[in-house]
Structure formats: structure tokens, C-alpha cells
């Protein structure tokens, strides 16, 4: 949750990039997949391959910790497909007509492309398909909340027809489990399992998932907490508990982690908080399970480091020039997946233009850690 991040940004982050500096002379780096990013742009099918890209990236290139889960009670919704192949997306079209869905969206929406290999069907893109859609950053709200409502209606009928067909090519044996599974999973399983379920024992050994339960969390919770927490159905005036995902989560939960655990060292906490009838899911409650997240969350991390990244560096290096190239990489994800707008870009695009006199002062960034000082310059030399 927004908690929990939060936490880690503020209190937990600075203390061990102060730890990895002045015992190793190398930087700390979170590449968090969500942070910053609007939730409507969560579907995104670009974000999504970036996502991947980079967990990939933290995977191969981290000299200590490359893997954080943080899991809950929300499983969260199924993908829009940003690519399909030809013959997939063809079956699953014929499958929603003869299920009696309007499949005019899909033929709108996606286009195929004969010089893939295979061939294959992509989804255009929101500003080619939406009238006047504009990114995000330079919209006015009242733009955006109209353009995040279209998006949302098309995305959400697109996700309804691709579910109603595969279930129902499933159901008749045309597609099996693990071709549909792509098609019907949410993004936080499609992580895990790419983290966790496609890694050697020793990768493993540098990855920690969280796990956080909340008992009586359906019958007690107060209603604007529940969307908060775990993933709704609205049915009339009655908001109820997705029975659908919960099952697809206790699955990854409850059955794919353990697997994993038994067959490697993978460091997994489990804890359980409660909802009472009372007060729901209280501040307190929540700030409790954030505090001790924070510690232990701290304790591993500071562990693996001292395990892990000290054979990484046995040779001399420049620590100057490994500072550079550790930024450079940093630059390069962040600008890659945000699109940052602030009053200092301004401020900086001034500094920058070609004045009548030369300049004698330099441009100095400063704030503290977790600032945005690195997502700011990234933005600059992006724009650049």
C-alpha cells in the first residue's frame, strides 16, 4: 500500500544508502515498478513490458538485493494485452462471438501486423485511439479526469471480453491452463512468478517477500477502506469481496511462495494483522504492521548486502567512476519509465538556454534523500 512505501522512502531508504556508502563506497538504488506512476496508467501495456524490462535489469545488474514483494490482500485485476499473436487473438475473437459479446472494441482497438514473427495483433495506442487525448503531465485535470474516464470504460470492456472467451475456451479444452493463465492473471502474480518461480537458488538468496494478512478484513472492514485493501465487486448497493481474485491470490499466496520457499533460501516474513468490528482496520493497527516492516525490512536488507555484494568487489575500481556509471543506470530507468513535471524544470530550462553574458555561477540540485533530485535531472536530459 501507499503506507508501506511511503515508510520505506522516508525512514528506511536514506539509512541504508548511508550503510552501502560508508561501508562499501556504492550507492543504494530502489527501482520501485509502481512509485509514481498513476494508477489508471497501471493497465498500461507499455508500462507493463517496463516493468519486466526493468526487473530484469535489477535482477542481472544488482551486486546485493534485486527482488522485493510486498503481498496483501489485493490481487488486483487482469491485464489489457498489449500484443497477442495472430492465431491466439483470432480464436479468442471467434470464442467472444460465439459467446454473444460485442466484439467491435477488440477489432477497433487492435490491428495486426503481418511483419512480426509470428504474426500478431497489437493495441493501438491511447493517443492515437482517444480524441485530443493528451499525456498526462501536460493535460489540465479536467482533460485528464475525461480522458482517465474513457481509458477506463475501454479497458475495462476489452478485459471483460478477453476473460468471458478464455475462460470459456478453457472450459471446453481449445486452450489449456497455462496458455490462458497469461490472459487471466493479474500483474502482481505475473512478477512473482517471473522473480521468484524462474530463478536459481542463488538469485533467490537475494530476494525477500513480504507477506501481510488481515483476519476478519470482509466481514468488518469500513466500506472506503475495502477498495484500499483488497480487490471489490459492486452488486447494487452492496460491496462484497472479489471471491474470483481472492482465490487467484491465495494460489500465489498460499501455494506458489511456500513451493518456492521449499525448494530454495528464499526469505519470506508472513504476519497478521486485524480488523476488528469496532473500529474496521484502524491507523493504529496499520502503523503498527509499517513500523515493524521498516525494522525488518532494515535487518535483511543490511544482511544480504553484507552477505552478497562484498565478493562482487574484490577488484579495484574507481569509486568515483562506479558512482557515475551507478547514477548513469539510475537516470536511464527512471527517465525510461516516468514523466516527470515540476516548477524546477523551469527553473533549470532558464539556466540552460544561451544568454547574452557568459555564465560564471553553477547550477547546484539540492534536497535531501529521496527528494527527486535523480528523477529530476533524468527528466532534464531526456528533454534535452
Not at 489508471?40 to 507493463?48: A, Y
Not at 485530443?132 to 471483460?160: H, P
Not at 468488518?220 to 472479489?242: C, E, H, Q, T, W
Not at 579495484?316 to 547514477?327: F, V
Amino acid at each position: 500500500t501507499e503506507a508501506e512505501r511511503n515508510a520505506l522512502k522516508e525512514h528506511v531508504y536514506p539509512k541504508l544508502r548511508d550503510f552501502c556508502r560508508e561501508n562499501y563506497g556504492i550507492e543504494f538504488q530502489v527501482v520501485d515498478l509502481y512509485w509514481g506512476v498513476d494508477p489508471e496508467e497501471w493497465d498500461s501495456p507499455e508500462l507493463q513490458r517496463l516493468r519486466m524490462k526493468l526487473l530484469e535489469e535489477c535482477l542481472k545488474t544488482s551486486a546485493g538485493p534485486c527482488f522485493v514483494g510486498l503481498v496483501g490482500e489485493k490481487y488486483g485485476s487482469i491485464r489489457v494485452p498489449g500484443e497477442v499473436e495472430s492465431a491466439e487473438f483470432e480464436m479468442i475473437l471467434d470464442a467472444a462471438v460465439e459467446a454473444g459479446l460485442d466484439t467491435h472494441i477488440l477489432e477497433e482497438w487492435y490491428c495486426r501486423d503481418e511483419n512480426s514473427v509470428p504474426p500478431a495483433y497489437y493495441l493501438k495506442p491511447k493517443a492515437q485511439m482517444l480524441k485530443n487525448y493528451q499525456n498526462s503531465m501536460e493535460s489540465s485535470s479536467a482533460a485528464k479526469t475525461k480522458n482517465d474516464k474513457a481509458w477506463r470504460n475501454v479497458s475495462e470492456e476489452i478485459k471483460r471480453i478477453f476473460r468471458t472467451a478464455v475462460l470459456q475456451l478453457q472450459e471446453k479444452g481449445t486452450m489449456k491452463s497455462a496458455q490462458a493463465k497469461k490472459f487471466l492473471c493479474s500483474a502482481l502474480e505475473d512478477e512473482l512468478d517471473f522473480a521468484l518461480g524462474k530463478q536459481t537458488p542463488a538469485f533467490l538468496r537475494k530476494c525477500v517477500c513480504y507477506i501481510r494478512k488481515i483476519s476478519n478484513f470482509d466481514r468488518f472492514a469500513k466500506l472506503p477502506d475495502m477498495g484500499r485493501y483488497m480487490d471489490i465487486v459492486v452488486s447494487g448497493d452492496r460491496v462484497m469481496r472479489n471471491q474470483e481474485a481472492y482465490e487467484r491470490l491465495l494460489k500465489v499466496r498460499d501455494e506458489f511462495i511456500p513451493t518456492v520457499v521449499a525448494a530454495s533460501n528464499l526469505r519470506v516474513y508472513s504476519s497478521v494483522t486485524h480488523c476488528d468490528m469496532k473500529s474496521g482496520y484502524s491507523q493504529e493497527v496499520e502503523s503498527h504492521y509499517v513500523e515493524g516492516l521498516c525494522k525488518q525490512f532494515y535487518e535483511d536488507m543490511v544482511d544480504i548486502i553484507q552477505a552478497t555484494v562484498q565478493q562482487n568487489f574484490d577488484t579495484e575500481s574507481d569509486p568515483l567512476y562506479d558512482e557515475i556509471l551507478q547514477h548513469l543506470s539510475l537516470c536511464k530507468s527512471y527517465a525510461a519509465l516516468y514523466e516527470f513535471k515540476t516548477e524546477s524544470l523551469d527553473y533549470i530550462q532558464e539556466y540552460l538556454l544561451p544568454s547574452k553574458g557568459s555564465r560564471m555561477s553553477p547550477l547546484v540540485v539540492y534536497g535531501g534523500p529521496c527528494t527527486g533530485k535523480t528523477l529530476l535531472l533524468s527528466e532534464v536530459a531526456k528533454q534535452v
